[in-house]
């Protein structure tokens, strides 16, 4: 009978310490996230616009650009992610703009958050003053990596929604389901190098290594998915990202 009081008084301590951890880590995501606010409306607005003046163009080039589509060789078009030439808007952006720009471009953001969580906060002489208080370092990492996640997310729903907008005034239908799988599907590709970016930050401490790292990485997948699309792909197509694992954002599907 006496021992009742104590295992029930033990299970409320751990309930009591998870329910603490999870709200430190909760207060340190959503602060990491508002000191990026200013940045995930740069990224978002700047893609968004981008995305945009491409969608406003379709209707005036759509067919200037079938004709010089016709007359490229047929690993190019593979590599571009365009089979049957650019019939509608959504080839066009996904050619343009989901397949190649935004995944480069994009990537770019969460590798320089990875890289600034630990190894950029210690050049700067921040991480000493966080870990000056009562937080467990894996709530330092995790926190890095959720807040990436949720800026990625914003600026993802960003580029989305400006991307759209045009078709709204233009002889240029774009499906919202569309432009919306095109800027979601760069969300897990562009949080894979911002994770990494994170380990290598963790584990060297240097904000250039974990910045190059990721980045020459990423480059090098698209120059090797390149090759692999080649008219002898043999050597390289196994070593392909885009045989084996996601090496870009799955295309926007063509209504068509």
């Known amino acids: 009978m006496s021992s009742e009081p104590v ?5 409320e301590g751990v309930a009591a310490a998870r329910s603490s951890a999870f709200s430190r880590l909760a207060v ?21 616009v981008l995305g945009a003046l491409y969608v406003a163009m379709y209707p005036s080039m759509s067919a200037q650009v079938n004709e010089y589509m016709s007359q490229l060789p047929e690993q190019y078009t593979q590599f571009l992610g365009i089979t049957g030439g650019v019939n509608s808007v959504e080839t066009w952006l996904a050619m343009e703009m989901f397949n190649i720009t935004a995944p480069l471009a994009l990537a770019f953001l969460p590798i320089l958050l990875g890289a600034r969580a630990i190894a950029g906060a210690e050049e700067r002489r921040g991480i000493d003053i966080l870990l000056g208080n009562p937080v467990p370092r894996w709530q330092v990492v995790a926190s890095a990596y959720l807040g990436m996640a949720l800026e ?16 709204l005034a233009l002889d240029a239908p774009l499906g919202v389901a569309h432009v919306a799988a095109g ?36 480059v090098a997948m698209y120059v090797i998915n390149g090759l692999g699309v080649s008219p002898r792909p043999s050597t390289v197509c196994g070593l392909s990202p885009s045989s084996t694992t996601t090496a870009r954002p799955s295309r926007m599907a063509s209504p068509g």
């Not at 295992?7 to 299970?11: E, P, R, T």
């Not at 993802?156 to 078709?167: D, F, N, R």
Request: aromatic share 8%; charged share 10%.
């Open 152 to 167: 990625l997310l914003v600026v993802a729903t960003l580029l989305a929604v400006i991307t759209w907008l045009p078709s």
């Open 183 to 218: 800027a979601l599907n760069l969300w897990p590709f562009c949080l894979f190098f911002g994770g990494l970016a994170l380990v290598v930050s963790a584990l060297v401490r240097r904000g250039a290594l974990a910045i190059g790292l990721p980045a020459a990485i990423l």
């Open 7 to 11: 295992v029930v008084g033990a299970d």
């Open 28 to 48: 340190l995501t959503l602060h990491l996230v508002r000191r990026q606010g200013r940045a995930m409306v740069v990224w978002g607005v700047s893609l968004g």
